[in-house]
């Protein structure tokens, strides 16, 4: 690296805080396998586990909603924004992008934004596609997204990836008149998602100390995709969605549900990172209004 002898914007000073951008894909894994309401309701009792750590940690959060959850638990999306936490949508029923056409995606943002109206959110900025699923071939979705009047997305995956991924993504700016904030994705042997679900759940502490603790020296936020699953220590076993039936990955899904919070609590002491919703770590960075 050239010597820079006028540090840029980008340059850390000292004693600037680290951020660590807390999210939860507020959604019903019953909804995507079949029978799955057979399993008994677990999104309310597990976001407030969410909700009762922040208060304890005294901070606040983004919650990427599905309209239908929503829909199922109205009070519950009260709850959140009683709280002081920002609600962002995760479309209306988790359908990825690359299914769905532009005029399906214009009806399902439709109907997402009349259900969190009516439940009193009135500031809705985020974005966060199912299953990081803005590639190459859904980019479309930015300018939808645009006209609806949200600000910002974080809905790409910039590396290969089982799921989705965009390897070619060019990096955090705006597309289409949205700012997308990527995942990051660790470094090698860790090219992954680290900062939440799965990941975030297997790797010990200190690997996921040691890629915050890179993002952060890069001048970047950690970010992170809980579910409420991720904290769900009851939950009965069954195959998980968008698996390919791997039973390898659903073993995973329920490693370390107990450890979250005590997780999170290590990288905010041991980085001196603060949890921060989306909305408030951009309004330094772009005019969200
Ligand atoms: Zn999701």
Known sequence: MSANL??????????????????????DVRDFIPDGHQYRAAVPANTLKYLDWLDRVNSKATFFIVGKTARDYPDLIKEIIKRGHETACHTDTHLHLTKQTELQFRKDCESFLNTMHALGATDIKGFRAPTFSMVESSKWAYSVLRDFGFKYSSSVLPSTNPIFGWPEFKGEGYYDGIYELP????????????????????FPNFVVNSLASSTFKRDKAVLSYFHPYDVDVDQERFMHPHLNDSKLLNWLMYVNRDKVFSKAESLMKNQNAKVMRYDEYLASKINTK
């Open 6 to 27: 006028s540090p840029g914007p980008s340059s850390k000073e000292k004693g600037d805080i680290n951020v660590f951008l807390f999210s939860i894909d507020l959604e």
């Open 183 to 202: 995942m990051n994705i660790g470094s090698w042997p860790f090219k992954v998602p680290f900062g939440g679900g799965v990941y975030f759940r297997f």
